[in-house]
């Protein structure tokens, strides 16, 4: 009983500071406040979460949990490429229709520390860059096109939270030119970016030549490329 009534405080106390924080995104939230909403003392607080900063981790692994479990309802393409595209998508409605929970997410920043639960969305943007990176549809290193696509879909959502409006041409620019930048399609006029760009055109409409004829083309592509 004793561990159910515990789990039952530390519930209340994390959903009260979970409504504090989505009902002022930006905002500091008043552990006075949370602990009148939960009904218990300020040391009972202090005994589930250790300080406001393990109260704020709390809030922020809840907040990944809800992304997660809403990109988890979108069934993924099969394309790696188009993949990033619907998880860019995603991630800014997520922070348009959850800007407390994004802005303590990605919008708190301390230096040389990263909520251990943001390594979960990062691993599966990995997990697509690497199958796209396999595909031989990348011209960086599968860890830097993570990372390239992540900090300009942090920089996009943000900037619409700021504006507390969508901005779709705006997002969907940044994605594209993100895209084009780790798949080497950005560049026209230029020889390897232009192999690249039809590369990335077969990989990603195999259909049209055929799997045995898109592999080929793509291997005599690459060798392009390279010799480039």
Not at 107 to 134: F, N
Not at 143 to 153: E, K, M, S, Y
Not at 179 to 185: E, V
């Amino acid at each position: 009983m004793t561990q159910i009534a515990n789990a039952d405080t530390r519930t209340r106390l994390l959903d009260a500071a979970a409504e504090q924080v989505a009902a002022t995104p930006g905002e500091d939230i008043s552990l006075r406040a949370i602990c009148a909403q939960a009904g218990v003392k300020m040391p009972t607080l202090y005994h589930f979460f250790g300080s406001k900063q393990g109260l704020l981790d709390a809030v922020v692994e809840r907040g990944f949990d809800l992304y997660l479990a809403e990109k988890g309802a979108h069934e993924p393409s099969g394309d790696p490429i188009q993949d990033l595209r619907d998880g860019w998508d995603a991630h800014v409605a997520f922070g348009i229709a959850n800007p407390g929970f994004y802005t303590l997410m990605y919008g708190q920043v301390h230096p040389g520390h990263a909520p251990e639960a943001q390594e979960r969305p990062s691993a599966m943007l990995r997990a697509l860059t690497k199958a796209a990176a396999d595909q031989g549809r990348l011209t960086v290193p599968p860890d830097q096109a993570a990372a390239h696509i992540l900090v300009a879909n942090i920089g996009v959502t943000l900037r619409q939270i700021i504006l507390a409006e969508e901005d779709r041409p705006l997002s969907v620019a940044v994605r594209e030119g993100a895209i084009a930048a780790i798949t080497g399609t950005s560049a026209a006029g230029d020889r390897p970016a232009e192999i690249h760009r039809v590369l990335e055109h077969a990989a990603a409409n195999p259909e049209i030549l055929g799997a045995t004829e898109t592999q080929l083309l793509t291997k005599w592509l690459r060798t392009l490329a390279e010799s480039s």
